[in-house]
């Protein structure tokens, strides 16, 4: 299976600027997929095939990557972006997740 | 407004069976690849199972192979997870989701419902 490395969290300050990272243990292409998870409430979608922005969700959030390298980046980040982030790849069966990043607000 | 909503949750016991279901609305449930993904406690989330929009295809990781099976009723905008033979390490909390429709079953989920725990436990 392919499995994919998140760093397990992150603290950073409002207003600054953030990248969470994902790496791949063998090419996805760029079928990855990035969701956001709050304490209590079920993920969603906020980044498509690396790169394409989900609708309705802010353009402070960004995707890019292809192969086995792959980053969400928020900026800036807001105290209401506090949540799980977690990577997703759909490009070698099963489809697998990574093991989320927590990003926490100082 | 797209929403899932899951049943069918609670305690069972190991080797013990249970069915969980989503009822859809908001959208046209038949159009869409559908699946079911779990998240045990404090832990990352699992891709379970996948059905195609006529049901006549179905995708599982190996891990539930042979003792899981999804199943869909386009007529009545449901989808269905039958869990057989449950082990310790299927506690979880299940949610439905919809896969977006730009490709098949290799599409992101787009929706997810609020999910529901099961627990197998002796």
């Known amino acids: 299976d392919t499995v994919l490395t998140q760093s397990p969290a992150l603290a950073v300050s409002p207003g600054e600027r953030v990248t969470i990272s994902c790496r791949a243990s063998e090419s996805v292409s760029t079928l990855m997929h990035w969701y956001q998870q709050k304490p209590g409430q079920q993920p969603t979608l906020l980044i498509y095939?690396?790169?394409n922005l989900e609708s309705g969700v802010p353009a402070r959030f960004s995707g890019s990557g292809s192969g086995t390298d792959f980053t969400l980046t928020i900026d800036p980040v807001e105290a209401d972006d506090t949540a799980t982030y977690y990577c997703?790849?759909?490009?070698?069966?099963?489809?697998?997740f990574g093991g989320g990043t927590k990003l926490e607000l100082k | 407004e797209v929403q899932l909503v899951e049943s069918g949750g609670g305690l069972v016991q190991p080797g013990r069976s249970l069915k969980l279901s989503c009822a859809a609305s908001g959208f046209t449930f038949s159009n869409y690849y559908m699946a079911w993904v779990r998240q045990a406690p404090k832990k990352g989330l699992e891709w379970v199972a996948t059905i195609s929009t006529s049901g006549s295809r179905t995708y599982y990781p190996d891990s539930v192979k042979g003792r899981f099976t999804i199943s869909r009723d386009n007529a009545k905008s449901s989808l269905y997870l039958q869990m057989n033979s449950l082990k310790s390490e299927d506690t979880a909390t299940y949610y439905c989701a919809r896969h977006a429709p730009y490709y098949g079953y290799d599409s992101p989920f787009d929706y997810w419902g609020q999910g529901v725990m099961v627990t197998v436990s002796s």
């Open positions: 095939l690396a790169s």
């Open positions: 997703q790849q759909s490009w070698n069966d099963p489809w697998t």
